[in-house]
């Protein structure tokens, strides 16, 4: 999907959407709308911040925001993001500015009009996902061992009720297409068993895993794309699991207990929101896939 913007210092230039940001934003009216609008939304805060923009990133991991690198009036070298209409980032620059750098990257500038937000760009960059997955989970663990901290009191981050709520509810607008319904019950009372009895309340990432996590010059690895939620730091352990689709299909229990062993978590409780997740989260389809199998391991 060609889109014309003004490279902001002088011509224009030529990008692609990224493919699957585009497929995600066609599913729904008001992502439609912001995709159209995406070019000249690009074009008024490159002018306005005097940004050098170069073509978007692309691949497995831009699918849910418009992310370009730029460089600045002075030289310095950022990422300009834009994110589509997403429930679970609405709080992704107040994380930023909470976590300051640490272990996340730093927010430079951020339009709340617009959602658009100027990053620190991480050189070299490279992926966490270029490592073996073992060496991916002591990494993660690390990084949210020192994520998980308490807000102060007057904050805005939402509880992460509010997140498994909205998933539920749009579990149960699709029970008609459900393969198993007793296991999608089982997740949802799960979900919320959990929510009830958490001991520890910190503010979640809900959205590490090592395509979140690039290497850079300032500390040995920075978190990217953070979706702050306040709650029970188990749950924040099952989407790095996720994103180890062969390891946790033929050995769910040991691929659980090693991660939440590094990351100082209650294995049990990290099992079940693993299970939950996988039972009962929202998806287009209930009759196949990776997560269906995992919640049926015995």
Not at 10 to 37: H, V, Y
Not at 103 to 115: E, V
Not at 144 to 152: A, I, Q, S
Request: hydrophobic letters at 40%.
């Amino acid at each position: 999907m060609p889109a014309i913007v003004p490279a902001f210092a002088g011509a224009s230039m030529q990008f692609e959407i990224p493919t699957t940001l585009a497929e995600n934003c066609r599913k729904s009216p008001d992502r439609t709308k912001w995709l159209d609008r995406l070019p000249d939304t690009v074009c008024d805060v490159g002018r306005r911040w005097s940004l050098t923009l170069d073509p978007p990133f692309d691949g497995e991991d831009v699918s849910a925001a418009f992310v370009a690198p730029t460089t600045l009036t002075d030289g310095t070298a950022a990422v300009l993001k834009i994110g589509m209409p997403h429930m679970e980032a609405h709080h992704e620059a107040d994380g930023l500015r909470f976590w300051d750098g640490n272990p996340t990257i730093r927010l430079l500038r951020h339009d709340p009009g617009t959602g658009a937000m100027l990053l620190e760009r991480c050189t070299p960059g490279t992926s966490l996902r270029k490592l073996p997955e073992p060496e991916q989970d002591e990494i993660i663990a690390g990084l949210l061992r020192r994520l998980w901290r308490t807000p102060p009191t007057f904050h805005p981050f939402r509880p992460l009720s509010i997140l498994i709520e909205h998933w539920s509810a749009e579990t149960l607008a699709s029970e008609e297409r459900w393969t198993e319904p007793a296991l999608v019950r089982e997740g949802l009372c799960i979900f919320h068993s959990l929510l009830r009895n958490a001991a520890t309340d910190a503010l979640l990432a809900t959205d590490l895993h090592a395509g979140n996590v690039l290497r850079s010059e300032r500390q040995p690895w920075l978190v990217i794309d953070p979706k702050p939620f306040i709650g029970d730091p188990a749950y924040d352990a099952t989407q790095h699991l996720f994103n180890c689709p062969a390891r946790l299909s033929a050995d769910p229990l040991a691929t659980i207990r090693r991660l939440a062993d590094l990351a100082g978590l209650d294995p049990e409780r990290v099992r079940l929101w693993t299970f939950a997740r996988a039972a009962a989260e929202p998806r287009d389809d209930w009759a196949s896939g990776n997560a269906l199998a995992i919640a049926l391991k015995p």
